[in-house]
């Protein structure tokens, strides 16, 4: 047991990272402050579906992040830069407008003034997607390629216990207090992460050109082109791109209709909440461990094809769940194995979308390579509510497995002719 422990369990408590377990936590807070909680609060207040159905476009700058993520590559900021590095300059500045935009939301009348609380939901947004870019090109040059496995679990389940706060811990708040004194909690809690980014020290940064005297062509050139022409050059990278679109689709095309399928089932709001959300953490958390574990043993690609195979298959037992019906301990179970499943792929995919990146444009580079993976996700499973209507449950979810299966075909060919595509440089 204590040989188990210091092997696989005690590398998870190194100071780096705890540091990143933190900075996903922080960058998890927001996400839902500047729409899902939000809705409530409109809701609440009196405001129109219409309108509040209009508020799911302050997410637009979660998937439009690749436009700026090269300044936070390329662009020094005065005095923070030399001050606390590139890096940990762009993460302080993004945090303080961050809280600074979050106190602003807290303070807007939903009723009085709508389009101003729009305002400050998309200054929340942005700020929030700012601070995500420098949060994963830190973690990924913090971090020496063998516990890159280890520290996408950290920020993958710092990210979710952040939205569980965000969403039940802001309603909670909001219910005891006010809106406006949740809002302001949750400001709080981004301060943390900002004494987090100064007691951390700064990665070690890559080497760049001097483009101080250069003109902005030659900057354009580097921090804008060099990051996609220089993907461009690896082996197989047009199989890599549509291997990171499709890899996650057979999972996103079931989740979309997740929520829905428990309600047709019969169960109540609070045995969803309790099972899939609370229970469904704590199992996601296990799969993301031992995820970090199979990577260490096994390596990247290996894992990558345990995990993919596991996290397809795993969608057959929700057509297990629709057969049973109305049954809490099938229902613990199907959620047990989806959320194990999911975490182990979801710990392996972003340590492998980390081990792509160059150096040099790590934040525009993984800012690129997360707005594809989120294409697969939003875009190509939008048509799963049509199919459970075609096919009905059981069937949908076998579905499910075959729109895996083209991701998986893809990792294999990627295994078997490009071995060598990974690597940080």
């Known amino acids: 047991m204590l040989s188990f422990f210091l092997k696989y369990l005690a590398p998870y408590f190194q100071r780096k990272l705890v540091t990143i377990l933190i900075l996903g936590f922080v960058s998890g807070l927001p996400l839902l402050l500047s729409f899902g909680t939000l809705s409530a609060w409109l809701r609440e207040a009196g405001v129109e579906r219409s309108t509040i159905g209009l508020f799911a476009l302050v997410g637009l700058p979660y998937a439009l992040k690749p436009i700026w993520a090269p300044l936070m590559d390329g662009l020094r900021l005065p005095f923070l830069t030399d001050l606390l590095g590139r890096r940990r300059a762009w993460l302080i500045a993004s945090q303080v407008m961050l809280a600074s935009a979050i106190i602003g939301l807290a303070y807007s009348d939903p009723k009085q003034a709508p389009v101003a609380m729009a305002v400050f939901a998309v200054l929340v947004a942005f700020f929030s997607a700012s601070q995500d870019i420098v949060i994963d090109a830190y973690r990924i040059e913090t971090l020496p390629d063998e516990q890159q496995g280890m520290g996408a679990a950290m920020v993958t389940y710092g990210y979710r216990g952040g939205m569980l706060v965000a969403g039940a811990g802001t309603l909670f708040l909001a219910d005891y207090w006010t809106w406006t004194h949740a809002y302001l909690v949750m400001s709080l809690l981004i301060c943390i992460g900002m004494l987090i980014v100064i007691l951390s020290p700064e990665p070690e940064a890559a080497l760049t050109p001097d483009l101080k005297n250069r003109s902005l062509r030659d900057w354009l050139m580097y921090y804008v082109v060099n990051p996609f022409s220089e993907f461009a050059t690896r082996p197989g990278w047009i199989l890599i791109i549509l291997f990171v679109v499709t890899f996650k689709l057979g999972d996103a095309f079931l989740s979309v209709m997740t929520n829905p399928f428990y309600i ?162």
């Open 264 to 425: 047709d089932l019969g169960f109540s709001k609070t045995e969803i909440a309790e099972i899939t959300k609370l229970f469904g953490v704590l199992a996601l958390g296990i799969g993301l461990f031992i995820g970090g574990i199979l990577i260490k043993r096994f390596g990247m690609l290996i894992t990558l094809v345990i995990t993919g195979i596991l996290q397809a298959a795993s969608n057959l037992i929700f057509a297990y769940q629709a057969i049973v019906g109305y049954d809490l301990t099938a229902l613990t179970l199907t959620i047990a194995v989806e959320n194990i499943t999911g975490g182990m792929g979801t710990a392996a995919f972003v340590a492998y979308l980390s081990g792509l990146t160059n150096i040099s444009f790590t934040a525009t580079q993984y800012a690129l390579l997360s707005a594809l993976m989120s294409l697969g996700r939003n875009i190509l499973s939008s048509p799963s509510g049509y199919v459970v209507d075609a096919l009905g449950w059981v069937d949908f979810f076998v579905f499910s497995v075959v729109m895996a299966l083209p991701g998986l075909f893809l990792l294999l060919i990627l295994v078997r002719w490009f071995p060598d595509h990974m690597g940080r440089k």
